[in-house]
């Protein structure tokens, strides 16, 4: 007998994997150019060169256990050692390899932080409206509720008033993602402080830490020159969950780290917490070979140019074609007001064109769709005719 729990999981279907899947059936019946296909989130930018000539490196001078065998647990300590060069050089991060653990990319990394972090089921863990639909997956997995702030929709930043009535005794994180999946929006200094405030105000207030689980798998993909932050110096009980699936295009080799700063609260009980976390579900050791290809590769991405010139033509033509459009200024996707209040019944609609274009319902914001452009530009450029004919049903 299976659990049930895990067997609803596993047979629920995602919007964004059957919109995907339809894609590909699709594409065989009236050929690959004439599906425009934005559901998913799978880099289309190659990795940078130094990932094959690291990786090449690698396996020309090194014997085979050193390449494939087992690292300690949290990783290698010279890649973590690396990591914390890193941060401390282009962040003042005041961070050591002991404060990093490798991890097999963001979800990882987030799921171990939250096993690490709730106590109880009565815990809460704060989520803020558009987000990753998979973190109400991870929270639960952990044994802890997930509350929900509604998104504003005028800005798509924080809402302290929502934020604030929402804290309680029980809460014990709250996850931030910017820049944002799927609102593509990016979070300012003055974010920052605003929340720093309030989280230190209410965590004296509730007698304990509310933590920031920083969810920050696009922190390298931001756009008209707007600095990156490190959000300790803002808040210093933070834990980082980063990863390398989209800055490096390295989805599939599932690589990335959680860091645990010393200035956070208990850093060294949580950190060793987040060590058992990884040993109870399995998250050991994450691949070898990358973890010393990262490392190899510190500094660099992909050619975040590619995104950016993707995100103007896809922002710019579809304004033109009266479409409101969320303005984003990181990651790689734009956020769509649906015409009609039912995003499903849109995206459906959408779908009959061969555009395929995911409502954002299950991200917690209905009324919108999530337009991923990690894709080709000339699939964009073909796109308008359908996007033109779509909007046309509205007038
Ligand atoms: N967090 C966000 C906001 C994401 O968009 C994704 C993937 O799309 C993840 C986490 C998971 O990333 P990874 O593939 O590194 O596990």
Do not use: W
């Amino acid at each position: 007998m299976a659990s049930k729990e895990m067997y609803a999981l596993g047979s629920q279907p995602s919007v964004i994997r059957d919109l995907f899947a339809y894609g590909q059936a699709q594409a065989a019946v009236v050929g690959k150019e004439n599906v425009f296909d934005f559901s998913i989130g799978n880099p289309t930018v190659p990795a940078p060169a130094c990932v094959k000539d690291a990786i090449e490196e690698i396996l020309e001078t090194r014997e085979s256990a050193a390449i494939h065998g087992y690292t300690s647990a949290a990783g290698d300590p010279a890649v973590r050692q690396g990591l914390a060069d890193f941060m401390n050089k282009n962040y003042d991060a005041q961070v050591k390899a002991d404060n990093f653990y490798m991890t097999c990319g963001a979800a990882a990394s987030l799921t171990i932080s939250l096993k690490a972090l709730v106590e109880s089921t009565e815990d809460e863990v704060i989520l803020i409206a558009p987000f990753f639909p998979e973190y109400t997956v991870f929270i639960e997995n952990a044994k802890a509720k997930a509350v929900v702030l509604p998104p504003d929709t005028e800005h798509f930043q924080i809402s302290f008033d929502e934020l604030e009535k929402a804290i309680t005794p029980h809460t014990r994180a709250i996850i931030i993602n910017s820049p944002n999946n799927p609102s593509g929006v990016v979070y300012s200094a003055e974010t920052y402080e605003k929340l720093a405030a309030l989280l230190t105000k209410k965590s004296a207030e509730i007698g304990h830490a509310i933590y920031i689980i920083s969810d920050e798998p696009y922190r390298d993909i931001i756009y008209d020159g707007l600095p990156i932050l490190y959000v300790p110096k803002f808040y210093e009980d933070t834990i980082i969950c980063y990863s390398y699936s989209k800055s490096l295009s390295l989805p599939g080799e599932r690589i990335g780290y959680i860091l645990v700063p010393d200035c956070a609260a208990d850093a060294k009980e949580i950190y060793t917490a987040v060590c058992g976390a990884g040993r109870a579900m399995g998250f050991v050791c994450a691949p070898h070979l990358f973890q010393d290809v990262v490392l190899k590769c510190l500094g660099q991405t992909s050619d975040m140019n590619v995104y950016d010139e993707n995100r103007k033509l896809l922002y710019n033509g579809l304004k033109k074609l009266g479409y409101e459009c969320v303005y984003p200024s990181g990651a790689f996707y734009l956020f769509v007001k649906s015409p009609e209040a039912d995003a499903k019944a849109f995206s459906d609609k959408a779908k009959k064109l061969n555009l395929l274009i995911v409502p954002a319902d299950s991200f917690g914001c209905p009324g919108y769709v999530r337009v991923s452009y990690c894709v080709d530009p000339e699939m964009i450029k073909r796109s308008f005719a359908a996007f033109e004919k779509l909007m046309a049903e509205y007038k």
